[in-house]
């Protein structure tokens, strides 16, 4: 079952192109790594997704949702982790997350119950009652992800979920992902490519708003260049950096 | 509970987060009382009633209602937390209006801590309450007309000063549409039409009429459809600012 769908998305801000004609497809129990360079285009295309950009041309889909014509219908199933993971500085985490909940419809007693698991799995206790402005980037992060999943959606969009998390953290967030991943559809983006070989089914790499593969880790893997072994490495690299580089840098032309 | 409500208690509790909340019921009593009492001479009138007070109040709120409504939308959009919220599962006009009726709250708020004024007024003498009350609620109504301009004003920019700057801007161009010289120098060249148009559009022309006690209810329908309009135009700001 197609969860997430995006046809031919074009988004331009003036001149400069964004996102130039993306489309692919997330099925239920897929967790898809979102990768490329700065800029390449990941966080405008997950903001359109999302429905918070409306895109210059082609659409996109959240559970059979055209997320800017029927945009309601499309954000009650999914949840957003939106780049830097903003949230209401001057209110405690807890207050944050029960006003999300609230604002997603949910009831007294099945936000006590999400919350209070959510809590335990994201290890948000100790923070509970702290004003957000006051939290580490870190929880803050956690925070975001809290918010994200707090009424159970059917997609998630996570704009960098592991960025500035401990590597314990990082751990647990990525165990988190497989946990949900069976029956949900997930788009991960992220710069941590080790990521992508640990939790994600399928990888799509764009770079300077195209699509430059749409695979999975191990096919990509396979794009890599043969290394010379003439050639000492200054600093070393795994074979996917290797792919990585090779297919954005191509992009370049360089 | 309603989408609107919820907003409106957090963005209400979100003004009172830090000092500034204080300092602005401050500065609106110590302000309004000064004017009340020296500028206008409130006591030197002889009179039992409170035009002293309301006298000032569009161009009191032409600069206090900007301050209270700037950061309505440009913080959400500078915090990034704009994302948070227009990817909730509500309609734009829950949150606009949400927003609006926070900033309006807060200014009745304000406009309610002017109550020891009125005892001490019925205390001196023998006002017409029921005036004292329509005008009350004139001043209420126009202090929503310059924050719904001001919260519109805010959804363009990401940056509160010039949210400030631009509703303070377009609030007195509201305030000025009934002077004279305003229409003295529209009048030479525009159809008659537009001329009355332009000083239909006055606040100090409508609240007036409230203070005076009478026909005020134009007058309040003047404020009440200009707070529904600019409220629009402020959803259609958010529409927009999502195609550029
Ligand atoms: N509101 C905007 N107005 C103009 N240009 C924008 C806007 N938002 C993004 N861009 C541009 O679009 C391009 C893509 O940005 P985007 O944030 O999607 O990149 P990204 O792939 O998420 O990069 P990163 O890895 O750094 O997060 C960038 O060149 C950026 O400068
Ligand atoms: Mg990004």
Redesign the pocket.
């Given at each position: 079952m197609v969860l997430v769908e995006t046809r031919a998305l074009v988004k331009r801000?003036?001149a400069?192109t964004?996102?130039d004609g993306i489309s692919f497809k997330v099925e239920r129990g897929e967790v898809v790594g979102f990768l490329?360079?700065?800029?390449?285009?990941?966080?405008?295309?997950?903001?359109v997704i999302a429905g918070f950009l409306e895109p210059t041309e082609g659409s996109a889909y959240v559970a059979g949702h055209d997320s800017q014509l029927d945009p309601v219908a499309a954000r009650q199933r999914l949840g957003y982790l939106p780049?830097g993971a903003p949230a209401y500085p001057d209110m405690t985490v807890g207050a944050f997350l029960e006003f999300v909940a609230a604002m997603r419809g949910l009831s007294k007693p099945t936000t006590r119950e999400r919350l209070g698991e959510l809590v335990e799995r994201i290890d948000l206790a100790e923070v509970w009652g702290r004003r957000i402005e006051a939290l580490s980037k870190g929880f803050k992060r956690r925070v975001g992800i809290a918010q994200a999943l707090v009424h159970d959606p059917d997609v998630l969009i996570l704009?960098?979920p592991t960025d500035g998390l401990d590597p314990n953290q990082k751990h647990e967030m990525r165990e988190l992902i497989r946990t949900l991943a069976p029956n949900k559809a997930i788009v991960v983006?992220t710069?941590i490519l080790e990521e992508v070989e640990a939790i994600c089914t399928r990888a799509i790499i764009?770079a300077r708003?195209k699509l430059m593969a749409d695979s999975t880790p191990a096919e990509i893997l396979a794009r890599a260049p043969a290394r010379d072994p003439a050639i000492q490495q200054l600093v070393r690299t795994t074979p996917l950096e290797d792919a990585f580089r090779h297919i954005t840098l191509e992009s370049a032309g360089s | 509970m309603s989408k609107t409500l919820l907003v409106f208690r957090r963005e209400f509790a979100g003004y009172f987060a830090t000092p500034l909340a204080t300092v602005f019921l401050v500065v609106f009593l110590a302000v309004s009382a000064g004017m009340t009492f020296f500028v206008a001479n409130f006591f030197d009138r002889g009179q039992a009633d409170m035009n002293a007070f309301f006298l000032w109040h569009p161009w009191l709120y032409l600069v206090l209602m900007p301050a209270i409504g700037m950061r309505l939308w440009a913080e959400e959009r500078r915090s990034g937390t704009i994302e948070l919220l227009m990817t909730l599962p509500v309609r734009p006009w829950q949150l606009v209006v949400g927003k609006w009726l926070a900033a309006w709250a807060f200014a009745g708020l304000a406009l309610a801590l002017s109550a020891p004024l009125w005892i001490t007024v019925n205390y001196l003498g023998s006002p017409d309450n029921g005036v004292i009350l329509a005008c009350y609620i004139g001043s209420w109504l126009m202090a929503g007309s310059f924050l719904a301009i001001s919260a519109c004003v805010s959804a363009l920019t990401k940056n509160q000063v010039l949210a400030f700057i631009g509703a303070v801007v377009a609030g007195f161009v509201f305030v000025m549409a009934g002077f004279d010289l305003v229409l003295a120098a529209v009048r030479p060249w525009a159809p008659d039409i537009v001329v009355q148009a332009i000083a239909s559009m006055s606040f100090i022309g409508h609240f007036q009429r409230i203070t005076d006690g009478v026909l005020e209810v134009p007058a309040l329908v003047f404020f009440i459809s200009l707070i529904v309009f600019a409220l629009w135009l402020n959803v259609q700001a958010l529409d927009a600012r999502k195609a550029?």
């Open positions: 801000f003036g400069f964004a996102v490329g360079p700065n800029g390449a285009g990941k966080s405008t295309t997950m903001k780049e704009d960098e983006s710069h764009i708003g | 550029a």
